[in-house]
């Protein structure tokens, strides 16, 4: 993905399993990247394995301050912004009727709103640009539902909605909007289930398989290059066929 050299990319969540495949493989292919989470150590530690890389730390749950992140963020690669990667979320399970409205507001405001907003933002910059990329992790959860999940599986699915309708109103500019849907990956959150749910969960997977951080990176890859350019309001299920829409 030579195209991709010098691409002044965000990322974040960097500091996650799945945030460290993205900014390894972007890093491969030469982008320029930023990449954003909260935990300073783990940014710290990206920094040092990649030290072309900038780090920046943000909370995006603080929606007042996400229009200046993504200014200081974009200064910090240059000035312009060529891709977003939307990889930050939470979740907050409880059973439907245990759930608190603190723990729904939170999930939907951190996933889904802070997510609408970081697309916002980035697209003022890319119209500057008259191109750009967005991609939106969301998850195979989203599409399918989850036991105590429903926050978590409004928040993903409601990224799902928003993310086509930003590609019609912005496709005409040369904006690529799309979302990866990832399935169970290891990680280190997979690492804490039970033995024997994991078991039950990859006996669902005609893969019969977990899959690897490394598979979402090299979507991520292929959503930001120029091969994906006729792409747009589009999911890319990436769940070892859990999950075939």
Not at 202 to 213: M, N, Y
């Amino acid at each position: 993905m030579s195209d991709l050299k010098d691409k002044n990319i965000i990322v974040t969540g960097a500091s996650g399993g799945i945030g460290n495949s993205i900014i390894k493989r972007l890093n491969d292919v030469g982008a320029n990247i930023l990449a954003s989470g909260t935990k300073v150590e783990k940014l710290e530690d990206l920094k040092k394995k990649f030290n072309n890389i900038k780090i920046l730390k943000f909370d995006i749950s603080k929606n007042d301050k996400i229009e200046e992140f993504i200014e200081n963020a974009t200064n910090e690669l240059g000035g312009t912004l060529d891709c977003i990667v939307n990889n930050a979320g939470i979740t907050q399970d409880n059973l439907a009727i245990r759930m608190s409205l603190d723990e729904w507001k939170k999930v939907i405001e951190i996933n889904l709103t802070s997510t609408f907003l970081l697309s916002k933002f980035s697209i003022k910059k890319m119209l500057k640009n008259k191109s750009g990329k967005i991609i939106n992790i969301t998850s195979v959860v989203g599409h399918t539902g989850n036991l105590g999940q429903a926050n978590y599986t409004a928040s993903k699915a409601g990224i799902v909605a928003m993310s086509k309708s930003l590609a019609i109103e912005y496709a005409k500019k040369n904006i690529n909007i799309n979302c990866i849907s990832p399935g169970f990956i290891k990680t280190a959150m997979t690492d804490k289930i039970d033995d024997k749910f994991k078991e039950t969960i990859i006996s669902k997977i005609p893969s019969a398989r977990l899959g690897e951080p490394e598979d979402i990176a090299n979507a991520v890859v292929f959503l930001a290059s120029n091969q994906s350019d006729y792409i747009n309001g589009e999911t890319l299920h990436v769940n070892g066929g859990m999950y075939m829409a």
